[in-house]
């Protein structure tokens, strides 16, 4: 049996295939007859420049329905797809690149000067455009191709998609995801979130992440389900298409928006089934204040690029605010080196990378002697085997010879009234190695004293764990997919 990814797909699409597989706000509709004769035509594009097995097809696009055209036609021809996030510059760009040697690059048509000359200087042939309002030269040059495309053979542990980890230390590492990798959680994800006949997904995340690309994209896919395609979140925008959906993939900065506009609330789910968040931590306020005023409880879950979806919270069982969950179907996840019920999150499944690219050091690093991938996340079980996610292991401060976890002096921070959030960091100390430092946000009109918020720590955890200093900010660092960015953080209060 064929094994590539995209024929799993085919497999589920509707037997009605004039029917609306992506629609936009714009007034855009594409059948799923149009998703599989215009990727046929860029799979044969693809085809026609004779590119060496195993090639990657590297996209730095903004969101489009062609984009998902792209990464689909990709997946057909049997390359490999590399999504890079759009704020990336030449800098990165050039890493890239150089790592990850593509014979194909496909940019916005307005950086094709400096992205060109980048990808011509690694021994790249082959530079597309392509914008979001379905013009450049890949959409042309597709257009003299057929629409009929048998879709590559691939075994199951061939490569389908490389990942950059957004690398917040060191060198962003690519994580090279096999067809298995992806399929075998692609069906799991189907039957743990009873994806149903008439489900229609609103999808508003980016197409260059494992949330947007895959979670998201691909259960509608496996599920023949309707998508409504926003280019990006937009609130407004969000607010007006919810009604027609029926499922709803955010980062937790998604849900806090939306329970911001005060119109926000029941009215505007009463067709969803299912709201589900991940990719960082939903803070347990508005897991509880999404409750309250769409009677929804949100299902977070947990997983990262290298692994997929690991862990969810139960379809039909209780879903518990500040856990992600239990294991997935089929995976593994243990935790070591523990203390106090807190440890090492390890995993096994079939949905785990077999290696980095290019970086056999790291990978070995990385992998247990008996094959559990070592995630570089820290958490605990509850006595129901809930997992919850106490933070990054190298976030975890180390103060005075203590181990600090800052997600449990977060927790206790937020719940005073009149913060919003916060972030806790370890900062260089001459004494104690690292200092405890809170960076907290207020809500708006609220004033609060350093002094006071240390006192009303100091009566609930012990002292090596109260902040040295507590820095109030107006908001704190967030990358693309909303995971706050304590390195940042680190440096600013050095
Ligand atoms: P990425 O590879 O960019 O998806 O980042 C993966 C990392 O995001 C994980 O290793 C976690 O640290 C974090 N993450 C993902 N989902 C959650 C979640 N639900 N709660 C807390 N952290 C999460």
Redesign the pocket.
Known sequence: MNANLYALFAAHFPADRSRIFLETPEGLYYSWNDLERASAKIANLLRSLDLPAGARIAVQVEKSAEAVLLYLATLRAGYVYLPLNTAYRAAEIDYFVGDAEPSVVVCAPENFGWVSKIAFQAGCAHVFTLDDQRHGSLLERAAHHSDQFVTVEKKPDDLAAI?Y??GTTGRSKGAMLSHQNLSSNALVLKDYWHWQENDVLLHALPLF???GLFVALHGALLNGSRMIFLNKFDGAEVLRQLPRATVFMGVPTFYVRLLSDADFGAAHCKGMRLFI??????LTETFKDFIQRTGHTIL???????TAMLTSNPYHGQRKGGT?GLPLPGVKVRLTNQSEGVGDIEVLGPNVFREYWRMPEKTAEEFTSDGFFR???VGSFDDEGYLA?VG?SKDLIISGGFNVYPKEIESLIDEVTGVMESAVIGVPHPDFGEAVTAVVVLKSNVTLEEAALLRDLKAKIANFKVPKRIHFVKELPRNA?G?VQKNLLRKEFA
């Open positions: 990942l980890t957004s992440h494992v949330h968040s991940g990719s960082a931590p939903l977070e879950r947990y997983g990262m690029s290298e992600v995630t570089g996340d996610i990054r997919m995971k």
